[in-house]
Structure formats: C-alpha cells, structure tokens
C-alpha cells in the first residue's frame, strides 16, 4: 500500500533539498513517518522505508513475518534482526529523533551524516489526500459507533477498566487497527483523565472518555461527557461552557485561521464566564490537535502555537479542562478543514449524555 | 496501546522485590563511582523503566534518574494532573514535569551537582535525547542493560501468571473463530484480555495462507492461528495457538515440544530486552517466544509459546 503522491511530494522534496535520497522510520509507537509512505502495520520493533530520487523503495523491517506481509506491496523488502547494520547510507531521515543512536551511527558509518527531515515531512502530511480523508471518514464513523456503545455501557456498577474492555472490544470487532482512549470518572475532585483504573462507576459521576480508532492507520477522535443519572446543575453549567466553546472553534476553523486564534476563541468562553484561570496548563494541555497517522498530530491548537489552517487540514477542536463545577469535562469533534472553513465529520449529537440510572 | 488496567498489586508483586532490584542498581553505581543513573521510557519501550521503578507510560516518552543512595526521580511528559496516579502505582514519591525532557534532565544534574552520570544502553537513548546529553557537558557512562535488569523470582512469576493468561484466553476464545472474521476473533480476544487486566496486546491472526499479520477483515476457515502478544502489569508474554483437527494440533504440539527441546527449528524472540519482544537468532536470553510454523494440508499452521531459559535448558513459563 504505497502512497503515491507522497512519493511524489517526497521526490520534490529531495530535489528542492539536494537529498539523493530518504529514510521513514518507524518503531512501535511511533509508525507515522514509514507508514505515511508504506502504509502496512508492521508489528516488530522497527521499520524504515528508503526511497531514493528515482523513486525506488527499499523497506527493512525486524520480524519475518513483517517481511511477508510488506512483500504483499514492495517487492524489494529486507528481514534485519540486525536493525543498525541493513540501513544503509541516506541523506535524511524523517523520524531521525526518533531513531535509535546506534541506528543514526550506523548511517554516519555507511558514508553520510542524515539530515533531518521530520518538519518537512509532517508538514506534507498535513494535507491529506482524497484516499487519506477517506480513512479518516472511516475512522470518525467508528469512533461515533464506539461512542454510542460507550455510552450504553456505562453504568454504576461497572469498573472503568471493564468499560474500557468492552468498547476496545468493540472497535476491533468493528475493524480498528488500534485505539487511543483515555477515560476518568467522579465528581468535582477528577482533574484529569488517564487509563482505566479498577474504580466503580457511581451514580452522579461524570464519566468522560476521548476516543479515538485507528483505520487503515489513520486516527479520528471524539471527546464527551456523560453522566450516570440526571446531569446536577454544575453539571450542566459547566456542558454549557464547554458547548459554546466547541462552537467557537467550529464556527472559525477554516483555511487562513491561524490555530492560536482558535485556541482563543476557545479560551475566551471560559474567560467570559470567570473561568480563565482554567485554560492554562495546570488543568488543560491543548484546546485540540491535528489528526492523522498519529493521534496526537502537530499542530497544536493553543494560543501560543503559531500555524496557519490549510484545506485538506483535519483537526479536533476539543475545550477539554477542569472546572470547579463539574471537575474535568470533555467535548470535542474532528473537523475537516474545506475550501471555505470546515465540516464535522463526527454525527454524535452534540450534548451531554446521561445515562438513567433508575 | 496501553489502555487497559495499569496497577500495582503489592501482594503480587512486592515492594521488597523492586526495593532489592533499585539497591543492585545503587551497588553498580557506588562501584562504578558514578552519582546516578538514567533510564529511558516510552509506550512502547518500557520492559526497563518498568523492571526498576514500576512505571510503564500510557503515553509521551519520560526519563528516570536514580541516585546512589536515594530515591528515583521521574522526569515526565504528563500533565502533573496525573501525577497522584503515577504515585499510586510506581516507586516514585518524586516526579518532576518534563515537556523538555532534556532540560529538566540537566536542571536536575545541575542541581545535584553531577558532572557524569550512567546511562543504561547509552547508544539505545533516542536520538533526540542523546545528541542534548552529549552536548550538555554531563558526561555520559555506558551501563549495559545485561548488569542492570537481572530477572528474579517476583519477575518470572509475573511471566508465569501472563503466559497463563495468555493460554487460557486463546484456549476459550479461539475455537470461536471459525465462519467469523478475524475482525470478530481479534474483538472477543481484546474484550477477554482486559477484562483480564491486560493493559496491551497485538494480536496476529494467519488464515493458513500467510504469516500471522494484523487482521484485514478475512473470514476465518476450519485452519487458522492467533498469534497473542499480552502485556500484564508490564510483564509481556507470546501465545501462538492453531485451531485445527485434533491430529493436526497433536502434531504441532509435538513438534513444538521437539524444538523446545533442542532450542532450535523456531522462531525466537526475546521477551527480556527493552522492547516487548524483539526477532532473535539465539535463545540464551532469560525469557523468549518460541514459534514453529508446520504446513499441514496445504494449510500453514503456528504454534508457540513464552519459555524461560534454564541450566537444564527451555522450560515453559
């Protein structure tokens, strides 16, 4: 599954640059830079693609069975359980920070010292294409799914780890590759989310959860709220903040916004109401991000990040934070950034969900 | 990724047993004349950070000082929002924020007044956290991971009780596959595993026309293998199991027990090394996968499991 106008954009790339050639590489965590070009789900500890400026790609990669598998799409495919010594010499190496240092001194000992070609290629990245947005599509459509299960799932009883067992259950079943999903519940004293601990769900709790399924190797997110039993007032106080400053970025995202002035826009809700104190990093890391090969894609939205919006862009505008109202809420959508400002892809409806709980 | 239950369940595994591993690490450094020790973590490479400090990142990369003769310092990417919870599970009482790893890294030695430190498996940092080491003048000592990460008995029964794990899931949910899509299989095997507690998995399903590979959305015959890769309380194991007729897995079972035996004629991988398993040639290492792939009836069938090495050779976990 080769990305051809990647290959393409990678070749100008190397042209405009005076590289002779490129390495993508990928390790477990972080596949996004191999897969951007040679979209396969390897699952050993590394892989690297080497195009070079006639366009030929060599992979190598660290299993046999990953071997097979890639075979299926580049015909010229290498099995190294000596990762360091198959990589060859290369002028530059998207994922370079990533790499290993003995993989970047094994590159200086076959002749060249690579470059770094992370920014640029992430930046390519960006913009997806029409096949990209397509598994994007894909992606967003069962993370609206494993919302809907998410939420007829929780109940008081159920501990957050079993809630978390059943939706990635669910979204493998439905043909995720992989999930991001963080989730918390409580009341006014959660002032975050992280994985599922053995708690048991309470009515009252506000149970928050950010999914986000991999398709195809493309992440798309959704973030909300429910609660078990009949939302309190600060509760729906604190949703209703939340709701205006989703809109806020939803009605401004388009191409030419800068991501600081949606992340303002954002901010400024809150200031609005007295809760400007909220918005910093003590209680909140970003006001959304880019979507893509990773789920946590640069830019991030935040007033302090300066980048200007591209169509074919996708991103999620996501207000998530602490208030003293409700303790740590959560809302958010992907958007795809159009020609003349943007279009959500998520179909959840737009509200705080609340689960009867007698 | 990591999204299932992360805890530590002292009953199961002991302070004293992570207590002993730190003081054998605090022994190097006093004999090696060196002030401290770093250790690097990430999602998916966190077998180490884990052995020493209980510590296994559900997100962001975080490196980990530890002292001679004092308590390990977390330098972390999180939000200090988490850090309750990382107490609650981990050795640490101290944990700095760290969104510039490097930075907090060389406040730190700064502050401690450490001109050199230790490095476990020096040439392994990333490079974007060796090249700000070397450039930082603290001088960087090459501590071999093999002096450091010496498995124990709380070690090998975390395994035992994973690879178990591992056995009995595939043994209730794999004769369920047959006529489904290895979509479904992979779903209930994701369900089954962390209801468990497991809080990662990849699990690798082959038709019996390929290797085991992600599933894709094929429907799943009479012939077919899971290949299960489940980490447990940090603690990573392999199970590769066939759904076939009853001659067909005898001799695989067989075979299996042949190569177990002799060590050689299957796959290896090491389940001891900073990943969570990596494609070896040899299998001297503490704990490994052992896989064989048999062709019966034109079917490609697998076969495996999580093994420790011995004196008197291979044993199952």
């Known amino acids: ?358 | 990724m990591k999204r299932g239950l992360i805890r530590w369940d002292r009953a199961e595994l002991p302070s004293s047993a992570l207590e002993s591993r730190l003081a054998r690490v605090n022994s190097l450094l006093n004999a090696r004349n060196l002030p401290a020790l770093l250790v690097y973590s990430d999602v998916w490479r966190s077998s180490h950070a884990r052995f020493l400090t209980n510590f296994m990142p559900y997100w962001n990369r975080s490196l980990i000082l530890i002292p001679a003769g004092a308590a390990p310092v977390l330098l972390c990417g999180l939000s200090p929002r988490v850090y309750p919870w990382i107490r609650s599970v981990t050795v640490f009482d101290e944990i700095r924020p760290a969104a510039k790893l490097m930075t907090a890294m060389t406040q730190l030695c700064t502050e401690r007044g450490w001109k050199s430190i230790g490095v476990l498996d020096l040439a392994q940092l990333p490079n974007e956290v060796y090249g700000p080491l070397i450039l930082s003048g603290i001088e960087p000592t090459n501590i071999p991971a093999s002096e450091v990460i010496c498995f124990d008995d709380a070690e090998f029964s975390m395994r035992r009780r994973a690879a178990r794990m591992a056995r009995e899931i595939l043994a209730v949910e794999l004769p369920n596959g047959a006529g489904r899509s290895d979509y479904a299989l992979t779903g209930a095997l994701e369900r089954s595993l962390r209801m468990a507690g497991a809080e990662d998995a990849v699990i690798l399903l082959s038709t019996g026309n390929t290797a085991p590979r992600p599933a894709s959305g094929a429907t799943l015959g009479d012939h077919y293998s899971v290949s299960l890769a489940l980490e447990y309380c940090g603690h990573w194991v392999r199970g590769t199991r066939a759904h076939t007729t009853p001659d067909n897995q005898n001799l695989l079972q067989e075979r299996f027990r042949d190569a177990l035996a002799v060590s050689a004629g299957a796959q290896v991988e090491t389940l001891s090394g900073p990943y969570p398993f990596e494609s070896t040639h040899s299998a001297d290492s503490p704990v490994i996968a052992l896989t064989i792939e048999t062709t019966i009836g034109g079917a490609r069938l697998f076969f495996g499991d999580s093994c420790l090495g011995t004196a008197r050779g291979l044993e199952l976990l």
């Open chain 1, 1 to 358: 599954m080769i990305n051809e106008h990647r290959r393409k954009q990678l070749i100008e790339l190397m042209t405009e640059r005076g590289w002779d050639s490129i390495l993508l590489y990928g390790h477990g965590w972080r596949k996004e830079h191999f897969r951007s070009l040679v979209n396969v789900n390897y699952s050993g500890p590394h892989a690297a693609a080497r195009l070079s400026k006639s366009g030929d790609i060599r992979v190598t990669v660290t299993t046999p069975w990953d071997r097979e598998l890639v075979e299926e799409h580049v015909p010229d495919v290498v099995f190294a359980s000596d990762f360091a010594g198959a990589l060859g010499s290369c002028s530059a190496v998207s994922g370079l920070e990533l790499m290993q240092q003995r993989f970047v001194n094994a590159i200086r000992a076959a002749g060249t010292d690579p470059a770094s070609a992370t920014t640029d290629v992430e930046e390519l990245r960006r913009v997806k294409t029409a096949e990209e947005l397509e598994c994007l599509k894909r992606a967003v459509a069962l993370a609206d799914r494993g919302y809907q299960h998410f939420a007829s799932t929780a109940r008081p009883g159920i501990k957050e780890y079993e809630l978390v067992a059943e939706v990635e259950g669910f979204l493998k079943t439905n043909g995720a590759e992989d999930n991001f999903m963080l989730i918390a519940s409580g009341g006014v004293e959660v002032v975050g989310m992280k994985p599922p601990t053995d708690r048991v769900l309470q009515r009252g709790d506000s149970v928050t959860t950010e999914l986000t399924p991999q398709v195809n190797g493309y992440y798309a997110q959704i973030c909300r709220t429910l609660t078990l039993g009949p939302p309190s007032e600060g509760q729906l106080q604190a949703f209703a903040i939340f709701s205006e400053a989703q809109k806020a970025a939803e009605d401004l995202i388009a191409p030419g916004i800068n991501v600081s002035e949606a992340a303002k826009a954002q901010n400024d809700v809150f200031r609005k109401y007295g809760y400007g104190e909220y918005t910093g990093s003590k209680y909140t890391r970003v006001r959304g991000h880019g979507l893509g090969l990773f789920p946590d894609e640069t830019p991030h939205i935040l007033e302090d990040v300066d980048y200007v919006l591209k169509e074919g862009m996708v991103v999620i505008a996501h207000p998530n934070t602490y208030l003293p109202l409700s303790g740590y809420m959560v809302f958010g959508d992907t958007l795809q950034v159009t020609g003349t400002g943007n279009v959500r892809l998520n179909q959840t409806e737009k509200k705080l969900f609340t689960m009867v709980t007698d």
